[in-house]
Structure formats: structure tokens, C-alpha cells
T-cell receptor
Framework: AQSVTQPDIHITVSEGASLELRCNYS??????LFWYVQSPGQGLQLLLK??????LVQGIKGFEAEFKRSQSSFNLRKPSVHWSDAAEYFC???????????FGTGTRLQVFP | EAQVTQNPRYLITVTGKKLTVTCSQN?????MSWYRQDPGLGLRQIYY???????DKGDVPEGYKVSRKEKRNFPLILESPSPNQTSLYFC?????????????FGNGTRLTVT
């Protein structure tokens, strides 16, 4: 069965610092992988997705993520965090032969000035 | 503007009093879904619909009902709410399914059942 693990519940960084949010998945074949962001009081918004091809994918708001099959990981990165990036981030995995998306438990990002 | 609209944003009710949370999308999407978000559990799917009159259970369907009589609307019905259904609910839609095309989310409905 598919599963997603986000090991970090809460991360705090200073504005301008680099960021890496971890995501590990469990799935037998190549999964479809996603990162969504939830700003306070808002619904979730897609940041980026990986289906196939280049393992480094670029998303909106300056985010990128790298698919590493050997590590079953899809970590989200940003070289320089802005205060407006404070939000909750969800990694999600889907299987090509299903219509179900499995979400991780989320990582709450706090940004200090 | 393309959007998913949920109403109400906040709802406080008592145990056993039937309620409906509405969801409407203006993107002509075929796929719609309901999720609940609880601390430490992330988002869990309640029900989803691949098209009009086609609905199916997600991971946590107990205590909920849905209907899809029109393409744009996908209401969530709690026939007899209980305190364990206190949660933040999200409706989402996509053009194809929940995996191959991005999900568009509403802004959520915070439900409290006392």
C-alpha cells in the first residue's frame, strides 16, 4: 500500500536561510509525487509535481524538489526563504492505476525575521 | 475566476442535528472529493466522485454521505453529527482524477460538534 512520511512536524528557519522539507514514500512502482502548501485560513495549493522524466522539478514561488528513487524521497527545497513562505506543507503520493492521492501529515514552517 | 467554493466557513452544531456543507466548482471539473484535516493525521479522504451520479468511499466515509446530481456541486451531508466529526473539511476538484491532474481546493469549513 502507498504511504507518505513527513518526519518533521515543525521547522523554524530565519528569513533568507535555505530550506529543505523531507518526504519519504512507500510504493512499489514509480509514483506520482506532489507538494502542496496551505497558507493560514486557505485551502491547499499545488507547489509542484513529479510524474516522470527529470528528477529535479521546479515549482511555483521558487521551490524545487528532487525525486530520489534509491532513497524513496521527494524532498522540497528553497534556497532563500521569505516570511510569506510560513505555512503548512504537505507531500502527497499517487499511484498511476488508482485515483487516490495519499497525503502526509504535514510540516509546519515558521519563518523568523 | 476559477475556484472551489465551500459554505459555510465555520459551523457550530450539536450532536445529532443534520447538516450539509456545500461545495461548488466553476471549472467544469469531473472529479470532486472531500477531505478532513486533523492535527497529526494530515488530510484523509472521505468520499470522492468521478462524475455525475458516480461516487465512492474514501478512507474515512463512516458518518458521512455525499451526492453528485450536478457536475458543479458535491455536498457533504452529516445525517447525525457526533463530536468526533469536529474537524476542518476541504472540498477539492480536478479535471481528470485525484492523481493525474492537480487538485483545486476550497478554503475549508471548520466544523465543531458539541
Amino acid at each position: 500500500a502507498q504511504s507518505v512520511t513527513q518526519p518533521d512536524i515543525h521547522i523554524t528557519v530565519s528569513e533568507g536561510a535555505s530550506l529543505e522539507l523531507r518526504c519519504n514514500y512507500s510504493y512499489g512502482a514509480t509514483p506520482y509525487l506532489f507538494w502542496y502548501v496551505q497558507s493560514p485560513g486557505q485551502g491547499l495549493q499545488l507547489l509542484l509535481k513529479y510524474f516522470s522524466g527529470d528528477t529535479l522539478v521546479q515549482g511555483i514561488k521558487g521551490f524545487e524538489a528532487e525525486f530520489k528513487r534509491s532513497q524513496s524521497s521527494f524532498n522540497l527545497r528553497k534556497p532563500s526563504v521569505h516570511w510569506s513562505d510560513a505555512a503548512e506543507y504537505f507531500c502527497a503520493v499517487g499511484a498511476y492505476n488508482t485515483d487516490k492521492l495519499i497525503f502526509g501529515t504535514g510540516t509546519r514552517l515558521q519563518v523568523f525575521p | 475566476e476559477a475556484q472551489v467554493t465551500q459554505n459555510p466557513r465555520y459551523l457550530i452544531t450539536v450532536t445529532g442535528k443534520k447538516l450539509t456543507v456545500t461545495c461548488s466548482q466553476n471549472m467544469n471539473h469531473e472529479y470532486m472529493s472531500w477531505y478532513r484535516q486533523d492535527p497529526g493525521l494530515g488530510l484523509r479522504q472521505i468520499y470522492y466522485s468521478m462524475n455525475v451520479e458516480v461516487t465512492d468511499k474514501g478512507d474515512v466515509p463512516e458518518g458521512y454521505k455525499v451526492s453528485r446530481k450536478e457536475k458543479r456541486n458535491f455536498p457533504l451531508i452529516l445525517e447525525s453529527p457526533s463530536p468526533n466529526q469536529t474537524s476542518l473539511y476541504f472540498c477539492a476538484s480536478s479535471s481528470r482524477d485525484g492523481v493525474r491532474s492537480p487538485l483545486h481546493f476550497g478554503n475549508g469549513t471548520r466544523l465543531t460538534v458539541t
